[in-house]
């Protein structure tokens, strides 16, 4: 009988859960139900996903340019063709060569033939060199292909109209760093500014305590008829801002929420990305109750994540 799992011991299934390895039917089933029944289990596999997903996106296979496979592959034979003629030259001039070379150990005998000196046009080098230059070209081409293939920005923000959710977020948040909006209200007292709030917008904003975040204020305003939320807040130098509206304002058409957005929010509880913009910002999405929340920062999508995660 296998160890009985619990929420005491659930970290150590979590990854092989996540990797698809090493458990039990039984022992897999026990750690979707804690998942899903347990908030704090629930917290630690989106982290840990969310990690795995993160460098996954980061580092990606590149395909060698053609011309450079060329290149390399071109040198190499020129190599071995050089190897081998030194070899048969050697063996010519020795009337023991055979017996020497084929009773040698394989790691003495490759060692051999990795140091036998190359001659070229001008100079002299060993053989190894260009083992060294093969493995520099490959790791330069690597990180060429792979600044070339840098991911591009949002789709849902580069391509979104003045109406869209995440468009406004993204704009607002770069307005109150360049100090083009700013907080009608400066308050530290989450009570004070929810009511602040509800007072302008006639709904419930919602207004978390953030771990490790100190709140600055809140202002709200109006687009197209509809009420919005603006909520500001520090972590050091970084600021976090989150932007409310009703969700009737996405139902009524007067602001706009791309599909797979929302469908990805009902799916896994948030919606999160960067490269929203030039300066590689990040932008979270949730629901609360009946708001529709967005939050941008410059904190990278881990750091922003496990932030708003701790929202009580």
């Not at 932008?283 to 009580?312: E, F, P």
């Given at each position: 009988?296998?160890?009985?799992?619990?929420?005491?011991?659930?970290?150590?299934?979590?990854?092989?859960?996540?990797?698809?390895?090493?458990?039990?039917?039984?022992?897999?089933?026990?750690?979707?139900?804690?998942?899903?029944?347990?908030?704090?289990?629930?917290?630690?596999?989106?982290?840990?996903?969310?990690?795995?997903?993160?460098?996954?996106?980061?580092?990606?296979?590149?395909?060698?340019?053609?011309?450079?496979?060329?290149?390399?592959?071109?040198?190499?034979?020129?190599?071995?063709?050089?190897?081998?003629?030194?070899?048969?030259?050697?063996?010519?001039?020795?009337?023991?060569?055979?017996?020497?070379?084929?009773?040698?150990?394989?790691?003495?005998?490759?060692?051999?033939?990795?140091?036998?000196?190359?001659?070229?046009?001008?100079?002299?080098?060993?053989?190894?060199?260009?083992?060294?230059?093969?493995?520099?070209?490959?790791?330069?081409?690597?990180?060429?292909?792979?600044?070339?293939?840098?991911?591009?920005?949002?789709?849902?923000?580069?391509?979104?109209?003045?109406?869209?959710?995440?468009?406004?977020?993204?704009?607002?948040?770069?307005?109150?760093?360049?100090?083009?909006?700013?907080?009608?209200?400066?308050?530290?007292?989450?009570?004070?500014?929810?009511?602040?709030?509800?007072?302008?917008?006639?709904?419930?904003?919602?207004?978390?305590?953030?771990?490790?975040?100190?709140?600055?204020?809140?202002?709200y305003n109006e687009y197209n008829g509809q009420k919005l939320a603006h909520i500001v807040y520090t972590s050091g130098k970084d600021v976090i801002y989150i932007y409310e509206t009703h969700i009737s304002s996405i139902h009524c058409n007067n602001l706009e929420l791309p599909d797979p957005v929302h469908s990805q929010i009902m799916a896994d509880k948030y919606y999160l990305c960067d490269h929203?913009?030039?300066?590689?910002?990040?932008?979270?999405?949730?629901?609360?109750?009946?708001?529709?929340?967005?939050?941008?920062?410059?904190?990278?999508?881990?750091?922003?994540?496990?932030?708003?995660?701790?929202?009580?």
């Open positions: 009988m296998g160890v009985k799992i619990t929420i005491e011991n659930i970290d150590e299934y979590i990854t092989s859960f996540i990797d698809d390895q090493q458990l039990t039917d039984e022992e897999s089933q026990r750690v979707r139900e804690l998942i899903e029944n347990d908030e704090v289990v629930s917290k630690k596999y989106k982290t840990e996903l969310l990690t795995k997903n993160l460098f996954q996106s980061k580092i990606k296979p590149v395909e060698l340019p053609l011309t450079t496979f060329v290149k390399i592959n071109n040198s190499v034979d020129n190599l071995v063709y050089a190897v081998l003629e030194k070899k048969k030259e050697e063996l010519t001039q020795s009337s023991f060569a055979h017996e020497v070379h084929y009773n040698l150990p394989f790691l003495v005998y490759l060692m051999r033939l990795i140091t036998t000196k190359v001659r070229l046009r001008w100079v002299t080098v060993p053989a190894y060199s260009f083992a060294i230059l093969f493995i520099v070209i490959l790791a330069a081409a690597g990180l060429f292909v792979d600044r070339t293939q840098s991911p591009g920005l949002n789709q849902f923000v580069t391509s979104g109209s003045d109406k869209s959710v995440m468009v406004q977020a993204v704009n607002n948040f770069h307005k109150i760093l360049a100090g083009e909006m700013s907080p009608q209200m400066n308050s530290t007292d989450e009570n004070a500014v929810c009511s602040y709030l509800k007072n302008g917008t006639r709904f419930d904003a919602f207004v978390p305590c953030l771990k490790n975040c100190s709140l600055k204020g809140a202002c929203v913009d030039k300066d590689n910002c990040t932008l979270m999405m949730w629901y609360k109750d009946s708001i529709l929340c967005a939050s941008v920062s410059k904190l990278s999508k881990q750091r922003l994540y496990n932030t708003l995660a701790s929202l009580k």
